[in-house]
């Protein structure tokens, strides 16, 4: 008999796969609009507040703390309460902690609100990604995960935007781009109430009928006769209780989790140490504000191809590959980016390890969630998340230290090393393309 995961797997894609992806996309980007605007923020009350690089490195790095944390407690909490709900409360939790972070008066009141918006950020996306992984159809699982992820550079462009034509404006300029965090707090509504819940977490906690209900309007709107009720495989109740919930360091499950927390760590602290610290960067080289977060803005752009080439090559050449060629990619981008001198070779440098490393992004997403089982895909893809995180703590408060010892060589060396390694843990994760999601 088929299984209601069974019936979803073999689907077409639908308008219903669209309007869950469009509407967690949605959230993603406002996740990446407000982790970029405070790479600008930074800029900006530098010159305003006369801050040191200490000071800066703190406010870059305070809310990887909370996303850490979040990560972690996100990915727990949907596998314990939903996925749908989950993603809901951390939209309200960072939307309203960024609006207040515009009224803040002093470096400390900043830092706080920065940490309560990296909670709610952090427990976000591993759920975001798991909730659209579990919907999409198994042909083109990969793809459509990707696609969410190539939200990020929509919201990371709005981001420059912002910062490119708000934050300049005055001195009040860096507060009215924080205030426009306030919009994840509202749409927060239309993700608790517009979209699925998770059809396997329903399954797992015996809610049977809500699951039907779901696949039957999937099915309806792929034009599939659905399964009559009396020939469908049900799990009661004390079956999901007695079914172990296992670990994500289970010995079928070790190696895989050691490579992929591995793989979070390294691209985090290339990613975020360069993009953070960019237009900062850019200024200290000479350029004057307005024309930093141009340049940066330019750069961002790339971002978006990088996404299109990924969701392309995750299905023809599989997940391990793509993840370890981007990465190998960044590496080499990395490496040049830290040898550009003039404005040509910068934005070039720039280019390629935007669309190098965005696309890498794109890939590592698809690929968490299908090593893990139903009962800890959340805590899977959340614990390497959150461990990921520690590495985006550490680059941001790194690199001055980096940047006085050897300049930009130093500091994108050591960012190109790290993607290496990151590269070289991709290709020992298994290849799980076009595979059914484990349950149990």
Do not use: C
Not at 140 to 160: D, K, M, P, S
Not at 221 to 233: K, R
């Amino acid at each position: 008999m088929t299984t209601r995961t069974q019936r979803l797997d073999d689907l077409p894609f639908t308008g219903r796969h669209r309007r869950l992806l469009t509407g967690s996309g949605v959230g993603w980007a406002l996740d990446a609009m407000d982790v970029g605007l405070i790479s600008f923020v930074m800029a900006a009350l530098a010159v305003q507040w006369d801050l040191s690089s200490t000071q800066l490195s703190w406010i870059g790095s305070i809310g990887f703390v909370g996303m850490a944390i979040g990560a972690s407690l996100g990915g727990l909490l949907a596998d314990r309460i939903g996925r749908r709900q989950v993603f809901a409360a951390t939209l309200l939790v960072y939307g309203l902690a960024t609006g207040a972070a515009a009224l803040s008066t002093s470096v400390a009141m900043l830092i706080v609100l920065r940490f309560v918006v990296g909670l709610g950020l952090g427990a976000e996306l591993p759920v975001a990604s798991t909730l659209v992984s579990e919907f999409a159809p198994r042909k083109v699982r990969g793809r459509v995960v990707v696609a969410l992820e190539a939200f990020w550079a929509v919201g990371w462009l709005l981001a420059a935007l912002v910062g490119y034509l708000v934050v300049p404006a005055g001195d009040n300029g860096w507060r009215w781009a924080l205030a426009v965090g306030l919009v994840p707090a509202a749409y927060a509504l239309v993700v608790r109430f517009g979209l699925p819940e998770s059809v396997r977490y329903l399954e797992s906690r015996g809610r049977h009928a809500e699951a039907e209900a779901i696949v039957r309007d999937y099915e309806r709107s792929a034009g599939v006769t659905s399964v009559p009720e009396d020939e469908q495989p049900v799990r009661t109740v004390a079956e999901v209780e007695r079914a172990p919930r296992g670990s994500v360091w289970a010995p079928n499950l070790r190696r895989r989790t050691a490579a992929l927390w591995i793989v979070w760590f390294g691209i985090n602290f290339s990613y975020y140490g360069a993009f953070i610290w960019l237009p900062s960067l850019l200024v200290a080289q000479g350029f004057d504000l307005v024309t930093s977060f141009g340049y940066t803005l330019l750069i961002t752009l790339a971002q978006l191809p990088g996404y299109g080439v990924a969701a392309w090559l995750i299905e023809v050449w599989g997940r391990r590959l793509t993840l370890g060629v981007f990465l190998a990619g960044s590496a080499v981008s990395a490496g040049l980016f830290g040898l550009a001198e003039t404005p040509s070779t910068i934005v070039a440098a720039g280019l390629a390890l935007s669309f190098f490393n965005l696309g890498a992004w794109g890939a590592l997403y698809a690929i968490g969630p299908e090593l893990y089982p139903t009962p800890v895909r959340g805590a899977g893809t959340g614990s390497a998340a959150a461990f990921g995180r520690l590495a985006s703590i550490i680059a941001p408060l790194l690199v001055p230290v980096l940047l006085g010892a050897g300049g930009n060589g130093l500091v994108f060396g050591a960012f190109a090393a790290s993607f290496v390694v990151a590269a070289v843990a991709a290709f020992t994760l298994p290849e799980r393309a076009g595979t059914v999601l484990d349950e149990r």
